[in-house]
Structures are given as structure tokens and as C-alpha cells.
């Protein structure tokens, strides 16, 4: 009896044993699964973070190139709106002076009145022009009184529709095209006629 009281406390110890094994190997193998996974999920998110690092960057200067290119096409399209307008607005001058018979008379007494002489003064017409000489010398007279050494001639020189007054010591180009010419390098700030 005492062999079989034995037997069965060494089967039970061994069961204990095993059991206790076993749960060891449980917790052994549990343990070192979360230490795998964690180890394994460390390592995926460093590189995952390395290599999104330099898709990250490239994003970066394609938004950045894309901005650029953006700002290049609001500015050629500003350019371009402006031309436009400027093309525009020319056309509708040149019709609007040919219709105006005063034009030439108002520019004429504005130069005098730049140029700051009453006396001494040539003032070059367009040949087709040269019917409102009459009328341009009237209006001069009017607006300054008499005027000592006044000559209005024709000139195949001057555009049609714009004047030059020449002084002693200076002369103006009143030209359509120089004002125009004005007008444009005001907008763009250049001396440039190519785009017109």
C-alpha cells in the first residue's frame, strides 16, 4: 500500500510538475510572442517611417513646384489679360480720335502749356492732318493770345492723329504711338513695342 500511496503522490507530483512545465512554456511562449510582436512592429514602423520620410519630401517639393507653377500661370495670365485690355482699349482710341475734330487742338495746347513758351514755336501736323492747321492755330490763339513765331506745317514724319513741338531748346514727340508707347511702359515697365 505504501508503494501505491507513493505512486500515486509521485504521479500526482509529476502532474503538478508537468502542469507547472506547461504553464511555464504557456507564459514562456506568450511572453516571447508580445516581445516578437512588439520587436516586429518597432521594426515595420521605423522603416515604414524611413521610407515615408522620402515619399514625404518628394510630396513636399511637388506641392512646393506645383505652388510655383501656379504663381507663373496667375502671372502669365495677368500679362495676358492686360495685353489684351491694352489692345483693347488702343483700338478704341485710334476710332475715338478719328471722329474727334478737337483732339488735335486740346493735345496742341497742352504741349505749349508743358513746353511753358508762347513764342517761337513749330508745330508738325500728319499731311492728312493738315486741314485743322486753321483750326489748331485758332485754338492755340485762344488759349494764349497772340503767339509771335507760331508754324503749324505738314509733316510726313508725324503719325496721323499726334503732333511734335519743337522750341528752341527742346521738342516733344506727341505722336499716338509714343503716348500709346507711354501708356504701355507704365503698365509692364519696359521699352518694349514688340508685344503690341
Request: with cysteine.
Amino acid at each position: 500500500m505504501e508503494q501505491e500511496e507513493r505512486r500515486v503522490i509521485d504521479e500526482k507530483v509529476r502532474d503538478q510538475i508537468a502542469a507547472v512545465a506547461e504553464e511555464a512554456r504557456k507564459e514562456a511562449a506568450e511572453k516571447g510572442y508580445q516581445e516578437g510582436l512588439k520587436r516586429g512592429h518597432d521594426e515595420a514602423y521605423l522603416k515604414v517611417q524611413s521610407e515615408s520620410a522620402g515619399s514625404l519630401s518628394r510630396f513636399d517639393q511637388m506641392v512646393s513646384e506645383a505652388e510655383k507653377a501656379k504663381v507663373e500661370i496667375f502671372r502669365a495670365n495677368e500679362r495676358f489679360l492686360i495685353e489684351l485690355v491694352f489692345r483693347i482699349a488702343k483700338m478704341v482710341l485710334l476710332r475715338e480720335l478719328q471722329t474727334d475734330q478737337e483732339y488735335l487742338s486740346r493735345l496742341a495746347v497742352e504741349l505749349v502749356t508743358r513746353v511753358g513758351l508762347k513764342d517761337n514755336i513749330k508745330i508738325k501736323l500728319n499731311t492728312e492732318d493738315a486741314e485743322t492747321i486753321a483750326k489748331l492755330r485758332g485754338g492755340l490763339e485762344k488759349a494764349f493770345g497772340k503767339m509771335n513765331n507760331l508754324n503749324i506745317e505738314a509733316s510726313r514724319s508725324v503719325q496721323q492723329g499726334g503732333c511734335q513741338v519743337e522750341t528752341e531748346w527742346n521738342a516733344i514727340d506727341a505722336s499716338i504711338e509714343t503716348q500709346l508707347q507711354g501708356v504701355y511702359e507704365s503698365l509692364f515697365g519696359k521699352k518694349s513695342q514688340d508685344n503690341q
